[in-house]
C-alpha cells in the first residue's frame, strides 16, 4: 500500500493502524470475533455458561467449573472451583487440633494413629492396678 499524496509505502492501515503484511485480524474484525458467544472451556464439567469470545479468558479465571488443585499439602485431588472449598473443609489432609482435645494439631488422615499412639487424652489401663485414666496422668499414677 502506498500513500497516494508522498508516494511512499505506508507500514500501518490508516484505517485500523495495524502493521501492514500483518496476518493479525484488523481491530474491525477482532471485535466483530471478540463479541461472538462462545461456551465455556469448562462446559464438559457442568458451565453452563455462553460469554462473548472477548471475555473467555476473564470468565474462566473464576467459573466454578474450572479445575483446581486442594490447597492442603498432600493430596493430589482436583475439584471444580465451587466445591474447593467443601472439600478442603472435609480433607484427609486437613491439618487441625485433635479432636479430643489434647492440644495437638494433627493431620486427620493420621488421627486414628495419634489417638492411639499419641494422644494425651487417650484413655489408658495402667498396668499395676488395671485403673483406666488418660495419658497425661499415667506416668503420676504409676509412681504413686
Not at 493430596?75 to 489434647?102: I, K, M, N, Q, Y
Request: with cysteine.
Amino acid at each position: 500500500l502506498v500513500n497516494p499524496h508522498t508516494g511512499v509505502a505506508l507500514q500501518e492501515c490508516p484505517t485500523c493502524r495495524g502493521a501492514i503484511g500483518s496476518t493479525a485480524p484488523s481491530y474491525a474484525v477482532r471485535n466483530i470475533i471478540d463479541a461472538l458467544p462462545v461456551s465455556c472451556a469448562h462446559k464438559a464439567r457442568g458451565c453452563e455458561e455462553k460469554v462473548k469470545r472477548g471475555d473467555l479468558e476473564t470468565h474462566a479465571a473464576t467459573c466454578g467449573f474450572a479445575e483446581v488443585a486442594c490447597t492442603h499439602a498432600g493430596c493430589a485431588a482436583t475439584v471444580c472451583r465451587r466445591d474447593l472449598e467443601a472439600h478442603v473443609a472435609s480433607c484427609e489432609w486437613r491439618v487441625g487440633p485433635c479432636l479430643d482435645g489434647c492440644g495437638m494439631d494433627v493431620c486427620m488422615r493420621d488421627f486414628p494413629r495419634h489417638f492411639a499412639e499419641e494422644c494425651r487424652k487417650r484413655v489408658v489401663r495402667c498396668g499395676k492396678c488395671g485403673t483406666k485414666r488418660e495419658a497425661e496422668g499415667m506416668e503420676e499414677h504409676r509412681r504413686q
